[in-house]
């Protein structure tokens, strides 16, 4: 199959270019390196030693799994470059990873807000008119973000809902009550996606994504020039992740609040299986399909306890302290989140437990030094003029 | 009340701007002009002769209701620049025009579609950031589409609707189907509006408005360099004012497909009265707040009848011709929208009939020299490769 991943030198847009690599499939990867550049912009880096892409490839090509993997350097906003890579790649299904992907980036200022959604509503927009044009009956996987729905009273289905209303019934979108100016771009993607699938009978699949958290996946675990990124800052590190960095370098774990906000989680390698198995299984033509991507709900102060238990059995002291919540949230809310559509598929979930966090903790061990402690405290703010005490 | 109107010199934002200076508002206009670039640039032209929006101020101040009215010339998608005007006009109340409003444009290419994407979505993104940033308290009056909501198998709500769901319930934002990248465009920004509103506390009223119809306002009526712009190609003229053109220069009336299509309309004199009625009575501080714009319910085959009805008793011979559909969309459907709050707040609905196309027809006359005939038959598609006989 041929497989065209967008944002392929990212946090998971690298291992899933590994992964379709090592099963036989012919992939290419289109990466503007800009998340580096970001991350380096917030004052982080990211923890592991990553290195650049043109010696990842190079890397993975010496693995025995290894095939070869194709490169373009540039960004999906490009409408022109874009349209040239998806013609010249003629791809099967195409993994659309390539976007801004933090919540408090896109809420930090005006530029950044506008930076963010344009980049992503117009990325995906161009991207909508290449398959079109090019490629009509390839499968566009979409990463999405569970984010998108917020936390609304009823129970959260996947992607629609049957309504009865006044005596009448239709399936609908699902309402979204997205969560940041960040999320509001993913529901303006889902929006985009499905007017295109509706009016052009393009195929897409929808992965509403749960808060993803660590490090190695099979095909990056054995060579240290194949490790993917992860970061642990305040902007772009996920709440699991940071935890467990925080716990390592002993650092406060930052809960927001009082840390009641429950959110689905999944690990990174259910995050492979479940774009893999998106991909083996397409959408029909016109169709616009929307899966819950995760495997198990947790709140925040849960995941927390979960941390200092593991940390200190393996000898670290962890502290776990309340800040004022910078982000304008719910923190005690009903959340249930229907997530059967990847299982019937055939996904089987890495649960979390205490030695899963070990071995996290374990992996983060290797690069502690590189840790830069001054990026972790949370200083984005959702509403200007809300005081934050550290 | 300070009043700043974003697109003041269009069709709506001008007569908009007059309205609220003759009940002596202090208002300020913002336009770039890129409505009528993108007219021409399309072979057609309004069908009234316009002024320039200098001399249209010029003229409002001799007439006897004129008051002052400030412009400034620029682009909101220039966040600085819209910035300073909002820092600078101080308004207690926005409405916002300021947007590329056709589906038809939006749907031509790839390049329109990120135009109308772009323009919107990023525009209206930077006007909430002036408004949290300089005038929190200040009422964001924007201009929505019935278009948003497709047509759903249910009754169409105004904005939210209440969802009981395996025995919970919520109030959610009513799903959307729009029609069009433009349409999408729209829901991007009800999405924006609606997260700052929960945010940041803004105050927004959304007015999802039907087709417009009609030339005259009551105070554009008395002088020939206060008359709005009229426009009746197949890209920027909406269904009723391009039969009444129709009509009355001798081409057959454009019916796309069966004209089962059912839509909400209003008289642009009714639009006036509803943005009136919107900004007299302001949305609450935090709250987003959803009117659906419309008086009658008509399917486009009845308006064709209208007009081939009033045209031949003005001694017109009137043809209807069924086109192939150039756009997607259904042609037989439910179509039932609440329309209630804005009659709740006063609005005295002008309602169609034979004697008010008549008054449009004659307003016609007299610019009817000025027609490009060319401009009319529909060209442009919703999807590439369907054929359009024409």
Known sequence: MRVLILGGDGYLGWPTALRFSARGHEVTVVDNFVRRRWVEGVGSDSLTPIRTLEERIEAWHANPAGNEIRSFIGSVEDGEFLD?????????????????????????????????????????LNLLFSIRDHVPECHLVKLGTMGEYGQPNIEIE??????????????????????????????????????????WGLRATDLNQGVVYGIETEETAGDERLITRFDYDEVFGTVLNRFCLQAVIGHPLTVYGSGGQTRGFLNIRDTLQCVELAALNPAEAGEFRVFNQFTEQFSVIELARLVKQAGEHLGYSVEIRHYDNPRVEKEEHYYNAVHTKLLDLGLRPTLLGEELVESMIHAIERHKERAIESSIDPRTRWAPGTPVHL
Chains 1, 2 share one sequence.
């Not at 006044?166 to 529901?187: N, Q």
């Not at 889902?190 to 699938?197: D, L, M, Q, V």
């Open 158 to 199: 996947e992607g629609y809902i049957e309504i009865e209303h006044k005596g009448r019934r239709d399936t609908l979108p699902y309402p979204k009550l997205p969560a940041s100016l960040y999320h509001c771009s993913k529901v303006h993607d889902s929006t985009n996606i499905h007017f295109a699938c509706r009016t």
């Open 84 to 124: 040239g890579v998806v013609a010249e790649a003629r791809p099967e299904v195409v993994v659309h990873y390539g976007q801004q992907a933090s919540a408090p980036y896109s809420m930090a200022s005006r530029e950044q807000a506008v930076e963010t959604q344009h980049g992503n509503v117009i990325g995906n």
